[in-house]
């Protein structure tokens, strides 16, 4: 897959994956297929996603802010800087602390968490004291308005041209989980944040499958370091690259319910989906009508939010490959007093379509207990905008 397709589907991949991302951003999708590496798609029953680095414009809400306290906007901040390491951190606090350098360019293990759902990883990557350079995800992506008037470069400019215009070195970051045994990348997310020094914060965070009980026992945190030719963004110079092994000790569910379905309840929409065509070496987009039948609901709680995941019955005669992603489809969760609940560390998970027609969503809302009621919202994007394909009334 050629540089320039990666980067488009990089900038397609982010969503309502991490909390706050404005609601009109697309589901995750899958990404960086065919990078030439020993990468290669999970067979398993979860259908997570490769997403690649993208600065996204978001805030994360976490449970108390006792898991993960450098993870953006978490609450009550002040008092977990104040406090002794919680619990959570000093069970996975394998590699906290430790720094890796690729050439230039210094990757710092902030803090680390996994539950049966997720695991989540903050990364700080910086420059050494006295030099000089830009650090982003994305030579072509357009800085946001705060670090261009920090730079003291025009509003709207990409990174490429302002490293041009500074006469600075860009450097393109990366930083994903890696399942060490099956030797694949794990799918999930990623966020980047510039910071005031030049320094970035990567926040990234690999979808596991806890219902299926194939946790990996051990991951690798890698890291890739290019620096951009600002003649020509497409060629990356002098790439490193680092595996390093992350023990992980997985928080225990405390909670578990099931939901009754009410009968009777469908809703249909227009569904746009990628899937990946061997022969032509590219993605191809379809539409599809599709039919979601609620079957099934459950609430996991984890030291980090609650996981509500509810399945349906696709109806339709069309057969979707594991290589397909969806690309408007959406869940979040209502509460009984018919607000929408606040997103955990993770706002939803994409569309699991393992066992298809048989299909799951899965939302993290901040949550320290298990409702008894609320409504699980079903959205797809339509010409620009989310509109409900189906609400069902979950209680316990």
């Known amino acids: 897959m050629s540089e320039n397709k990666m980067r488009q589907e990089i900038h397609q991949a982010m969503d309502t994956c991490l909390s706050g991302v404005q609601p009109d951003s697309f589901l995750v999708q899958r990404v960086l297929k065919n990078e030439k590496t020993t990468e290669k798609r999970k067979p398993s029953r979860s259908l997570a996603i490769a997403a690649g680095l993208a600065l996204v414009a978001a805030a994360v809400v976490l449970i108390a802010g006792n898991v993960l306290p450098i993870w953006p906007d978490t609450r009550n901040a ?43 990883v903050t990364v700080r990557v910086s420059l050494p004291e006295g030099e000089k350079g830009l650090l982003n995800a994305d030579a072509l992506q357009t800085i946001d308005p705060e670090t261009a008037d920090r730079l003291g470069v025009y509003r709207g400019m990409t990174w490429v041209t302002a490293a041009k215009q500074l006469n600075l070195p860009l450097y393109r970051i990366r930083v994903m989980l890696f399942d060490t045994a099956q ?30 009980g194939d946790l990996p026992e051990t991951v690798a ?19 490193q690259s680092q595996r390093i092994e992350v023990p992980l000790r997985f928080e225990t569910v405390s909670a578990s319910a099931s939901y009754a379905i009410p ?97 799951s969503f899965t939302c993290m809302v901040d949550a320290d207990s298990i409702p008894e009621t609320m409504t699980f919202r079903l959205q797809n994007l339509v010409k620009g905008q989310f509109e409900t394909v189906l609400e069902t009334e979950l209680t316990k």
């Open 78 to 120: 002040a008092q977990v800087a104040d406090s002794p390491a919680n619990t959570a951190q000093e069970n996975t606090a394998g590699i906290v602390g430790q720094s890796f350098e690729l050439g230039s360019v210094t990757f710092t293990v902030l803090e680390q968490y996994a539950d049966p759902y997720a695991a989540m």
């Open 183 to 212: 030797d694949l990348s794990l799918y999930g997310s990623n966020r980047v944040e510039e910071q005031e020094d030049g320094s970035v914060t990567v926040y990234t965070a690999a979808f596991l499958d806890g219902d299926a």
């Open 221 to 239: 945190l890698w890291l890739t370091a290019w620096q951009v030719d600002t003649d020509d963004p497409s060629n990356l110079m002098n790439r």
């Open 263 to 359: 009968d009777g309840q469908a809703g249909s929409t227009r569904v746009m989906y990628n899937d990946w065509d061997d022969a032509h070496q590219q993605t191809v987009t379809h539409e599809a009508r599709m039919t979601f039948t609620p079957t099934a609901a459950q609430a996991n709680l984890t030291p980090a939010g609650l996981y509500v995941k509810v399945e349906y019955r696709v109806a339709e005669e069309i057969t979707l490959s594991p290589d397909a992603y969806t690309t408007g489809l959406k869940a979040e969760i209502i509460g009984a007093d018919g607000e929408v609940l606040p997103a955990g560390l993770i706002r939803a998970l994409p569309m699991d379509i393992s066992a298809w027609p048989m299909v």
